[in-house]
């Protein structure tokens, strides 16, 4: 069965830090997807990125990175030099792909991570 | 470009009671996914629809139910509702044509369900 961790419920950083989300995933498929969204306090899921299990390559989008170590079961979530406008939680999910017919399973999510930025 | 939209945003139910949701996806999706976010936690994932047909299902009891219109719109079904059943629930749209897949599920902002 899939399943995703993420260990740190509350975070709370001064900005300017660096701050890092952790995220362990669980499944038995080779064939897999990783997310990540942010989570505002509307409600709304805002999509991050997507990375597949082929492809451990990081990635880097301006103050946002992403390390995914197969090795470590792990994709985790930088935000450099943090400011208080990406407070918020966020969410770390799996998708197992269908056997057929293309298209994602359902998405396996973590229990999210609040992020505070204090000014 | 269109958004996932969801209605209504907040509704206010009794025990036992009957509710529908309702899920208009991203222009060009033909998938829709439901979820249900309790407070506190990560979404849980309800069930998936395409071609109109429940194609994915996740551990919820058989008073959820759905359905997927021509126009991929869908409706999630709750029946004999519980104090439990109260949280967020979240429609995602995805994109599923033959030979062409995208994982990307773009979300809604949510109906708010609260049973007294």
């Known amino acids: 069965a899939q399943k995703v961790t993420q260990a740190q419920t509350e975070i709370s950083v001064v900005e300017k830090e660096d701050v890092t989300l952790d995220c362990v995933y669980e499944?038995?498929?080779?064939?897999?997807?990783l997310f990540w969204y942010k989570q505002p306090p509307s409600g709304e899921l805002v999509f991050l990125i997507r990375?597949?299990?082929?492809?451990?390559q990081n990635e880097i989008s301006g103050r946002y990175s992403w390390n995914f170590q197969k090795s470590t079961s792990s994709f985790n979530f930088t935000i450099t030099a943090s400011q208080v406008v990406v407070s918020a939680v966020y969410v770390c999910?799996?998708?197992?792909?269908?056997?057929?017919?293309?298209?994602?399973?359902?998405?396996?999510f973590g229990k999210g991570t609040h992020l505070i930025i204090q000014p | 470009d269109a958004g996932v939209t969801q209605s209504p945003t907040h509704l206010i139910k009794t025990r036992g009671q009957q509710v529908t949701l309702r899920c208009s996806p991203k222009s060009g999706h033909d998938t829709v996914s439901w979820y249900q976010q309790a407070l506190g936690q990560g979404p849980q994932f309800i069930f998936q629809?395409?071609?109109?047909?429940?194609?994915q299902r996740g551990n919820f009891p058989d008073r959820f139910s759905g359905h997927q219109f021509p126009n991929y719109s869908s409706e999630l079904n709750v029946n004999a509702l519980l104090l439990g059943d109260s949280a967020l629930y979240l429609c995602?749209?995805?994109?599923?044509?033959?030979?062409?897949?995208?994982?990307?599920?773009?979300f809604g902002p949510g109906t708010r369900l609260t049973v007294t």
């Open positions: 499944t038995r498929d080779t064939t897999y997807y």
């Open positions: 629809y395409y071609e109109e047909e429940e194609r």
């Open positions: 999910a799996l998708s197992e792909a269908q056997g057929s017919g293309g298209g994602a399973d359902g998405l396996t």
């Open positions: 990375r597949n299990s082929f492809d451990e």
């Open positions: 995602a749209s995805s994109l599923r044509l033959a030979g062409i897949s995208s994982y990307e599920q773009y």
